[in-house]
């Protein structure tokens, strides 16, 4: 696994929107916002031209999204890359994108979640280069940066760290901003869940995941080197993270009946699910008994529920690095390992 060098004071944090823009001025001042907080600490900030531009979920072309951010892989002056947003079209641009001179450039951090799993996802198992799972841009433009920000910062600073799970979470409902630098609206308690109700859980190995819908879109694709990826790293065993945005539970039992049956949970450790901002349950099965139905046969520890994805605040994970999940009576704590 390649890790890309320690991200440094000076540094440039760069931003580009391989999937959607961002259009509305009160995000813009969040932006703006966000390189004033990150100069604070010590870090220059620049912008593609495409992330204040949209049209119809686009940033731009899928050529010109592929173009700014080779440029900014490329920039000498670039430590990490923060996505803009997420969105839906991100896999136009991966056709795009020079994959070849990808692997053949001393990597950089990529940071982005959501649909920015075409990027992260194709980092780690075609690139073999460790990313992060976690926050986009827009989150550092908040009024006092969340623990959780500073996190991803102190990954790519080169810090092998115990994350704890959060006390509060966000309600997951999706309300108008009004103030541009506000913070996450903490209202719900933060409960770990074990699948098969284990009161303790420990499991470790090198980690993969993302947003399902991106994941299993790759499936039999040019793209899809997965089974290569955990046959290379079976010797330490692989630990999934998985999420979704809006899904219903029949949907994701047959995602999770797809990647089981197309090889990917072979030498898998455990698994750990994020919270979904919408969970439809229909014919009358909830997530737990949806889960329990996709990997009874599997054998494996579950966790779900985590401070992983699209619920703020989110955990953010070092992708194609080794991970240490522990759980112990709905808390956990998640280290990360450069080997």
Not at 12 to 29: C, D, F, L, Q, V
Not at 119 to 139: E, F, Q, R, S
Not at 247 to 270: E, R, V
Not at 286 to 313: C, F, M, R, S
């Amino acid at each position: 696994m390649q890790y890309p060098k320690n991200l440094k004071i000076g540094d440039y944090i760069s931003t580009t929107a391989p999937s959607e823009g961002i259009t509305k001025e009160i995000n813009w001042k969040r932006l703006d916002n966000a390189k004033e907080n990150l100069s604070k600490l010590g870090y220059k900030y620049k912008e593609t031209s495409n992330v204040r531009t949209d049209n119809q979920g686009r940033s731009s072309s899928a050529e010109e999204r592929a173009k700014q951010f080779m440029e900014l892989w490329q920039d000498k002056e670039t430590g990490a890359i923060i996505s803009a947003a997420g969105g839906f079209f991100l896999n136009e641009m991966i056709d795009k994108i020079d994959w070849k001179k990808i692997k053949e450039l001393e990597p950089k951090w990529f940071q982005g979640y959501s649909d920015n799993t075409g990027i992260t996802y194709l980092l780690t198992t075609l690139a073999d280069i460790a990313c992060i799972y976690g926050p986009n841009v827009k989150d550092y433009g908040m009024r006092n940066l969340y623990q959780n920000l500073e996190n991803s910062l102190k990954i790519m600073s080169g810090e092998e760290i115990k994350q704890e799970s959060f006390e509060k979470c966000e309600n997951g409902e999706w309300s108008e901003r009004i103030d541009p630098y506000e913070e996450y609206n903490l209202t719900c308690k933060s409960e770990w869940k074990s699948l098969n109700k284990e009161e303790h859980l420990h499991f470790k190995g090198r980690s993969i995941g993302g947003c399902v819908n991106v994941i299993t879109d790759l499936i039999g694709t040019k793209y899809d080197k997965t089974k290569e990826y955990i046959e290379k790293y079976k010797e330490d065993g692989i630990v999934w993270f998985l999420e979704a945005c809006e899904m219903s539970t029949p949907i994701i039992y047959c995602k999770l009946w797809q990647m089981k049956n197309a090889g990917y949970f072979k030498y898998c450790k455990g698994i750990i699910f994020g919270r979904p901002i919408i969970l439809k349950e229909e014919y009358d099965m909830n997530q737990e008994e949806t889960l329990k139905e996709a990997l009874k046969d599997l054998n494996i520890p579950v966790i779900y529920d985590a401070d992983i994805g699209h619920i703020a605040p989110q955990i953010p994970i070092l992708s194609g690095g080794i991970l240490e999940i522990e759980y112990e009576k709905g808390k956990g704590k998640i280290t990360n390992y450069f080997k």
